[in-house]
Nanobody
Framework: QLQASGGGLEQSGGSLRLSCAVS????????LGWFRQATGKEREFVAA????????LYADSVKGRFTIPRDNVKNTVYLQMNSLKPEDTAVYYC????????????????WGQGTQVTVSS
């Protein structure tokens, strides 16, 4: 139901845009979020956006650098990542939650397969 893409190798200071294609049934009235998991670390929250886009949350570590636009016509949520840092290196996952926006992975019901982002110094 969720298909993430757009990862790759980028230099520090560069930009990448991740995309997550969502099935029509899942995108309607669902909160969409991005999480990431670095090797040897727990999965952590990155950003989330409500169905109408009126509420957006960001992790402190990405505020001012990442944005999470969503296009409900294209059934897609994006993660625009600017000013990338080596510590942004991780597998990035998109997720959907039908209840309320939040930062905990346990709040999300559906998950994509993940896409690798590697930032070199």
């Amino acid at each position: 139901q969720l298909q993430a893409s757009g990862g790759g190798l980028e230099q520090s200071g560069g930009s990448l845009r991740l995309s997550c294609a969502v099935s029509r049934r899942t995108v309607t009235n669902y909160v969409l979020g991005w999480f990431r998991q670095a090797t040897g670390k727990e999965r952590e929250f990155v950003a989330a956006i409500s169905w109408g886009g009126g509420t957006i949350l960001y992790a402190d570590s990405v505020k001012g650098r990442f944005t999470i636009p969503r296009d409900n016509v294209k059934n897609t949520v994006y993660l625009q990542m600017n000013s990338l840092k080596p510590e942004d290196t991780a597998v990035y996952y998109c997720a959907a939650n039908r209840l309320q926006i939040g930062k905990s992975p346990t709040q999300y019901d559906y998950w994509g397969q993940g896409t690798q982002v590697t930032v070199s110094s």
